[in-house]
């Protein structure tokens, strides 16, 4: 097939007309909003595992027979935690 530079030509023309050009508004946009609100927003924080931990190693000093049972549901509440 022999290079026709006319479709070259043709093809070029159509993928300038295709380009995107700025549109002028005569109208400025809008103030911006700024919207101020106050309110609650959770956030993470380990005073409950600080007490838990503490808890845990009272009963354990107290009760020596419910290591296993503090144990246990440590491992648990670190599988709720991961299954979140």
């Given at each position: 097939m022999a290079f026709d530079e006319s479709h070259e030509r043709r093809s070029?023309?159509?993928w300038d007309q295709q380009q995107a050009r700025?549109?002028?508004v005569?109208?400025?946009p809008p103030p911006q909003h700024v919207?101020?609100?106050t309110h609650y927003v959770p956030y993470e924080n380990d005073r409950f595992a600080r007490a838990h931990q503490w808890a845990s190693e009272?009963?354990?000093r107290k009760y020596p027979g419910a290591v296993d049972v503090l144990t246990t549901l440590d491992s648990l509440i670190r599988q709720q935690i991961n299954g979140e």
């Open positions: 070029r023309y159509a700025p549109i002028a005569d109208t400025p919207a101020r609100e009272q009963v354990a």
